[in-house]
């Protein structure tokens, strides 16, 4: 249903986002989102490209330039990828309804299933967490750095040119995606297996699209306004302040997943030592529901702290970092 809004609709609405295609899809499914909300309203897409950078935060603050700058009116972020704070004169105006947040496995085409006993399985990732993980669910895996956006990574499952002694064989076995992605591309068809929370745990925001703009900007957040899914934002709530208290990054093992199921909020989390593979696991159902959102949110965000204190007790702090702690 068409509504109205206090956005100047003579203007397009200019959503700046990375240039690679998952990127570029996900900016343009929320402004077709939006052109369905408000009537007479237009979007172009503001994008910055891809850079040689290491971590992905490093493409947030891209974005995060353009807003300050004026050069955008609103920014699409994968949730996971944010930092816990946002950049001063910035703030979320929105957190999407989650897509699925599992991770799963591909297959590379010739590693076929007759084959799968064949080791060890090369299995390509750059992600701590999803490496960590891998390498406790069994001894066959041998897992090799992979770095790139999603077409780059499932490029590396081609077979290499042919030899004698390596007869159309590709470079590596098996590769580890985020299944969200996948589907918004509309590629789950190369899907071999999707990975549980029980398996994998999942990034902590993974699945879920972040809405950022200006503070100052009350016209976009009454825009994006009904792009709010609650529960989900719920669940983030629990999952960024676990990573905020335990002094997480994008350089650290860990994973946290959090999901309602009638008034109980279950909370999956693991940190792992990436030298020795050691892995911390701790399983939460904690009441959220109840109350206005506000009062919500705190339960959510306490579920988190208590998470958060359960892995410390057990030693998380050894595995994440050797700085002083965060504060709450």
């Known amino acids: 249903m068409k509504t109205t809004t206090n956005y100047n609709l003579s203007k397009p609405l200019r959503i700046v986002t990375r240039s690679s295609s998952l990127a570029v899809c996900q900016s343009s499914m929320i402004g077709k989102q939006l052109t369905n909300i408000h009537k007479g309203l237009t979007y172009e897409l503001v994008k910055v490209g891809n850079l040689p950078v290491n971590h992905k935060d490093s493409f947030v603050k891209l974005c995060e330039e353009c807003l300050t700058k004026g050069d955008a009116d609103l920014a699409v972020h994968s949730a996971k990828d944010l930092p816990i704070q946002s950049r001063k004169g910035l703030e979320i105006a929105a957190y999407c309804r989650r897509e699925n947040p599992l991770d799963v496995i591909i297959f590379a085409p010739e590693y076929e ?60 076995d098996a590769i580890v995606l985020a299944a969200a992605g996948l589907i918004r591309l509309q590629r789950t068809s190369i899907i071999s297996h999707y990975l549980t929370p029980a398996e994998m745990v999942p990034a902590a925001g993974q699945g879920a699209l972040a809405l950022q703009c200006l503070t100052s900007r009350e016209d976009i957040k009454d825009l994006t306004k009904q792009l709010k899914h609650q529960p989900t934002e719920l669940c983030l709530t629990a999952e960024r302040h676990c990573c905020h208290l335990l002094g997480a990054d994008c350089d650290s093992a860990v994973g946290v997943y959090a999901f309602l199921s009638e008034d109980v909020m279950h909370i999956y989390s693991m940190v792992g030592d990436i030298s020795t593979n050691k892995i911390i696991q701790v399983r939460q159902q904690l009441p959220v529901l109840g109350g206005d959102f506000d009062e919500m949110q705190e339960k959510a965000k306490l579920a988190g702290e208590l998470v958060a204190n359960e892995l410390i007790e057990q030693g998380a702090n050894n595995f994440i970092y050797k700085r002083t702690p965060p504060t709450k």
């Open 113 to 172: 299933m007759a084959k799968r006993s064949a080791t060890p399985i090369k299995i390509g990732t750059a992600s701590p967490r999803r490496r960590v993980q891998l390498m406790n669910q069994s001894q066959e895996y041998l897992v090799e750095g992979l770095r790139g956006n999603i077409t780059t990574r499932i490029e590396a499952l081609k077979p290499e040119t042919a030899t004698q002694e390596n007869p159309t064989k590709s470079k590596l």
